[in-house]
């Protein structure tokens, strides 16, 4: 099989499906057996092992560092009660990681235009992003553009550019085209929100109450 790593940025259930695609897998859910085919050969599958152990493991990366680049764990899990903070992916979470490791936070796929036309003319490819993928940040963080909707049930077993190219694309019905147009709270939250994704473990209830508390 061929293995690559993620991309930068890329969402671990993009890089899965692509690494399913260009394995003629089709699908992620037709990855997973292989996978864990790879975790017995070596005398060290678990059954419980999330998604992300087994991408992670597949492209010779640590759970944890592909679960802070790779996943929407540190918007999922912002803050946590004291003593549970441990970093996201470790072995502690291992039940989290499987619950949650795998999810975005939007209940739909999203995608730039500007950053497809990049990607292809730098890569030869598109992939997705986590960035485009927050709650509420309905703009590219890199260029600013409003993202659009992919209009698929499974938005992932398909590169963004095929998607785009086949105008099954949309734009989000948003407030303004541009973030540079919209209001500094606006900007504000969405630096917030990309802020989150970078953290490679959660604050903890107390110290996030009391900074909320300072500013109230
Ligand atoms: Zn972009």
Redo the contacts with the bound molecule.
């Keep these: 099989m061929i293995m690559f790593d993620p991309m930068p940025d890329e969402l671990a259930i993009g890089h899965g499906n692509r690494l399913a695609i260009l394995n003629g897998q089709g699908k992620i859910s037709n990855l997973i057996p292989i996978l864990h085919g790879k975790f017995q050969q070596h005398g060290v599958d678990i059954p419980g092992f999330s998604t992300l152990d087994l991408l992670a493991n597949a492209v010779g990366m640590s759970t944890p560092a592909y679960t802070v680049e790779h996943s929407m764990l540190p918007v999922l899990r912002v803050t946590a009660q004291p003593g549970n903070e441990f970093i996201h992916g470790s072995c502690e979470g291992i039940r989290l990681n499987r619950r949650l490791g795998m999810l975005i936070p939007r209940k739909f796929s999203c995608v730039?235009s500007?950053?497809i036309n990049?990607d292809l003319e730098k890569y030869g490819y598109s992939y997705y992003r986590r960035s485009h993928h927050l709650n509420g940040v309905d703009w590219?963080p890199?260029?600013g553009?409003v993202l659009k909707r992919v209009n698929s049930e499974k938005p992932f077993t398909n590169f963004p550019h095929v998607w785009h190219r086949e105008k099954r694309v949309e734009p989000l019905a948003t407030c303004s085209h541009h973030i540079d147009e919209t209001p500094e709270l606006v900007r504000r939250y969405s630096e917030i929100s990309l802020t989150f994704l970078k953290q490679s473990k959660p604050q903890t209830v107390t110290i996030a109450n009391g900074r909320i508390n300072l500013r109230a």
Excluded: D, L, S
């Design positions: 730039c500007i950053c990049e590219c890199k260029h553009e």
